[in-house]
């Protein structure tokens, strides 16, 4: 009977001399890669293992030969890379992806092989640790959507999102709230006490900002459906607020005095005692279909009217009509 190919040469291993020299090569060569390497059965058992891959399970690498890397895994990464290598097996076609696993980002590799044309009896994986790039992607994706000196959401995150906030309240049938936000005398504080002052009070505005629309212990200030509040700043002393699941005007108007009320109370910043007010303007999203770029229009042309009336105050959208002058 013909003895078994080797599967890491292709090759009989009683019929070439030079089978074993080139076994010790490759032997060699994969110990050398510095990345965790296996070569599994269609029974995800291993039949071949690394250095490197053994050190990552936290094993020998001969205790591992015959074993199944995936018990080394939660339940729900087990199903995760059994879908993909059978996927990759019946394909024959290699696959990439990014797991979470082991405290780590890995960026898992897999590649079907197969013998002289044979269906595929095997899978390699290649994995290697992508933790510090996952992490300054996570950095760059941060600075990209969020203002530098608050580190609220930016402009660009709001144009990206808001229309996605709006579709997924109209999809599930529950309102939601915009509230342009801008502060009042914001020049005066620049001129008196310089600018760098004026920074630190925008970023104590922001944190009052926050709290007021994340208080645990009032459930109005929380999306009914388990979305959350946000806060974003869209420039200078400008914010706009996405308040999920509030509708009644009465809501949106404790919201609105809640904001005014924490903005009111004096700040202390650099040495000095602030007191600035702030005016809001509030839109909704109602039945009637209205895109991102309107609700906000709409929510600062209101805010500008309460400015008009008197600051420290909030208006609504729909007053916006009644105030505007009537032709002789």
Known sequence: MRPEPDIRTGTDKADCPAAAGRARVLEAALQAIGDPFLLLNRSFHIEEINGAM?????????????????AFL???????????????????????FDLAMLGHWYEISLSPVACDGAQAAYIAVFVRDITDRRAMEEVMRFQAYHD????????????EHLTELI?????????????????DGMKRVNDTYGHGTGDEL??????????????????????????ENIVSRIGGDEFVL???????RKDAEQVAERLLSTIGEPFFIDGHLICVSASIGIAYVEESAIAAEELIYQADQAMYLAKYCGRGRWCFSDELEAARPTRA
């Not at 970023?203 to 388990?226: F, H, I, N």
Request: aromatic share 4%; proline share 5%; hydrophobic share 40%.
């Open 242 to 248: 996405v308040l999920p699941s509030l509708s009644k």
């Open 148 to 159: 530098p000196m608050t580190k609220l959401p930016n402009r660009r995150w709001l144009d």
């Open 167 to 183: 579709d997924l309240a109209k999809r599930r049938l529950t309102p939601m709230t915009v509230m342009f936000f801008d502060l």
């Open 74 to 96: 939660r339940a729900d990464k087990r199903r995760l890379l059994k879908k993909q290598a059978a996927e990759a097996l019946l394909s024959r076609k290699g696959t990439r």
């Open 202 to 227: 925008l970023k104590e505005v922001s944190r009052r900002l926050e709290g007021a629309v994340r208080a645990s212990d009032l459930l109005l200030y929380r999306g009914g459906d388990g979305a």
């Open 54 to 70: 053994a050190a990552l399970l936290g094993r020998e690498r001969k205790q591992l030969f015959g074993h199944n890397p995936l």
